[in-house]
């Protein structure tokens, strides 16, 4: 019976997106990995209840117009104030689609988290630039990493 629930709350609009997702997700799942619960919600539906029942959470988001996309900011802000004393000291992941450089949804997410006073237990793995089919072996490595993390109690 898993005892420790890892979140995953990521936009994928696309089909290339939703293989980083899908990436993510295997990692997590692999079958080195016990005790952890995978959950993924799109941030359009996760809410409070969702990170309030994690032990960890792994963010991913598209690059739009310099920011995070919509669909995480608006996340961020039905779940703000009902998580903010509770989940201080969350570890947390975060992986960026960059059609550009992702330094502004990067500062967006981060500062967020800070003021959730989240954790960050691993550098954000930005996938910048046009589409390589190289970006979905990192992402499927952070999943596991994730995931392993959590089991081994490392965070």
């Given at each position: ?35 952890v619960e995978v959950v993924h919600k799109p941030p359009l539906e ?108 490392v965070f």
């Amino acid at each position: 019976m898993p005892s420790k629930r890892l979140l995953i709350v990521a936009h994928a609009p696309s089909p290339n997106t939703r293989r980083l997702l899908d990436a993510v997700m295997k990692g997590a799942l692999a079958p080195e990995v016990e005790g952890v619960e995978v959950v993924h919600k799109p941030p359009l539906e996760a809410g409070p209840d969702d990170v309030l029942a994690a032990n960890a959470v792994i963010l991913g988001t598209t690059e739009n117009h310099g920011y995070m996309s919509g669909a995480l900011k608006d996340f961020f802000d039905r779940s703000y104030y009902p998580i903010l004393e509770k989940t201080q000291g969350m570890p947390y992941c975060l992986y960026i689609r960059a059609g550009n450089d992702g330094t502004g949804t990067r500062r967006g997410v981060e500062t967020i988290v800070t003021g959730l006073r989240w954790r960050a237990v691993q550098e954000p793995l930005i996938l910048r630039g046009e589409w390589q089919d190289a970006f979905v072996p990192p992402c499927e490595e952070l999943g596991m990493a994730m995931a392993a993390g959590l089991e081994a109690g490392v965070f």
